[in-house]
């Protein structure tokens, strides 16, 4: 009998399942809104529905070996979410036995950034590769280690906030409470906090086209305005780019001398700008890390994009419940 698994991806404002085989060919992509402005108890409620719709179309409950869940914040050993301070009243709640009480399927959740490189290392970039990392670059910086194959999410499921590593100290204030995080920099938030730092600090005489551009229409700013300026060669917009990229090259510095890794992968929305990226990252990561090391650690691009949520969270599935 072929095992699947069902993997959902719960985000601030939508949530996706799916059900995957083993090798992560997927079947009855399905999303809804995840509710959250009507708290905890809906998006539950959300999820069993979901969870619902997916068997419905599945016909039968018999082939499937599990649900997984890829959430903000942390789950506890026992399934309770943690921290996941962007979705009110979702903290404290049971993921797993409620999916027991009406499915009778086992149910295994983790941070969503953990659960996508999981995604990476069994269906994407990190294919076969026994320990990686990746980062994955959106409106902050979520973070997943993979070791010896394995999701390493630590003892209390917190593992891997490599977001609020500090890479300045002193540096830009973070809402985590810490200052000079490596997110408030090379996220997209972190691009655009530089962009409008840097075109304040240009005087009217020496204003470039991108400085007009974040003077004028800073409602405007993104990673994808900022490159679009960065690929022009504007000497304001390059200085957001290796800022950002300093940063994410000091956070790859410290993960590379802590694990050496064979692989790291870079991901999310602002990962669209691509290689002008990797190659600057490469760069500053080089100076930041122990030559030997760095030397057999790659640098790649994520391949999944937005599916990474569900496929990695349906790997869990079978990594947690496939020889049980
Ligand atoms: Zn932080």
């Known amino acids: 009998m072929v095992q699947s698994a069902i993997g959902i991806d719960l985000g601030g404002t939508n949530l996706k399942g799916i059900i995957i085989d083993r090798?992560?060919?997927?079947?009855?992509?399905?999303?809804?809104?995840?509710?959250?402005?009507?708290?905890?108890?809906?998006?539950?409620?959300?999820?069993?529905?979901?969870?619902?719709?997916?068997?419905?179309?599945?016909?039968?409950?018999?082939?499937?070996?599990?649900?997984?869940?890829?959430?903000?914040?942390?789950?506890?050993?026992?399934?309770?979410?943690?921290?996941?301070?962007?979705?009110?009243?979702?903290?404290?709640?049971?993921?797993?036995?409620?999916?027991?009480?009406?499915?009778?399927?086992?149910?295994?959740?983790?941070?969503?950034?953990?659960?996508?490189?999981?995604?990476?290392?069994?269906?994407?970039?990190?294919?076969?590769?026994?320990?990686?990392?990746?980062?994955?670059?959106?409106?902050?910086?979520?973070?997943?280690?993979?070791?010896?194959?394995?999701?390493?999410?630590?003892?209390?499921?917190?593992?891997?906030?490599?977001?609020?590593?500090?890479?300045?100290?002193?540096?830009?204030?973070?809402?985590?409470?810490?200052?000079?995080?490596?997110?408030?920099?090379?996220?997209?938030?972190?691009?655009?906090?530089?962009?409008?730092?840097?075109a304040e600090e240009t005087p009217a005489g020496s204003d470039t086209p991108f400085t007009l551009f974040a003077k004028n229409s800073p409602e405007k700013l993104s990673s994808k305005t900022i490159y679009d300026y960065v690929e022009q060669g504007d000497p304001v917009a390059l200085r957001v780019h290796e800022t950002a990229s300093e940063m994410l090259g000091r956070l790859i510095g410290i993960i590379c001398n802590t694990l050496s890794p064979d692989l790291i992968i870079l991901g999310g929305g602002v990962m669209k700008s691509g290689k002008i990226i990797t190659d600057a990252v490469a760069r500053y990561a080089s100076q930041n890390c122990w030559p030997m090391i760095w030397e057999k650690c790659r640098l790649e691009i994520a391949r999944l994009s937005e599916d990474a949520g569900v496929l990695g969270a349906g790997a869990m599935v079978f990594d947690t419940f496939g020889n049980k």
Do not use: Q
């Not at 990392?133 to 999410?153: E, Q, S």
């Open 23 to 198: 090798d992560g060919k997927g079947r009855h992509l399905t999303r809804m809104p995840t509710g959250a402005e009507k708290g905890g108890t809906h998006v539950m409620e959300n999820i069993l529905s979901l969870i619902d719709t997916l068997i419905e179309k599945e016909g039968t409950t018999d082939t499937i070996l599990g649900v997984g869940i890829g959430t903000p914040g942390f789950v506890s050993e026992k399934g309770i979410v943690d921290g996941a301070e962007n979705l009110p009243g979702w903290k404290g709640t049971h993921l797993y036995e409620p999916v027991k009480e009406k499915f009778g399927l086992n149910t295994i959740g983790a941070n969503d950034a953990t659960v996508a490189a999981l995604a990476e290392a069994r269906f994407g970039a990190g294919r076969g590769v026994r320990n990686m990392v990746l980062l994955t670059l959106g409106t902050g910086i979520g973070g997943g280690i993979i070791v010896d194959h394995k999701l390493f999410t630590g003892t209390f499921g917190m593992a891997a906030e490599l977001g609020h590593i500090i890479v300045e100290t002193g540096g830009i204030p973070c809402n985590c409470g810490l200052d000079g995080c490596v997110e408030r920099y090379s996220s997209a938030t972190g691009h655009v906090t530089l962009a409008k730092k840097y």
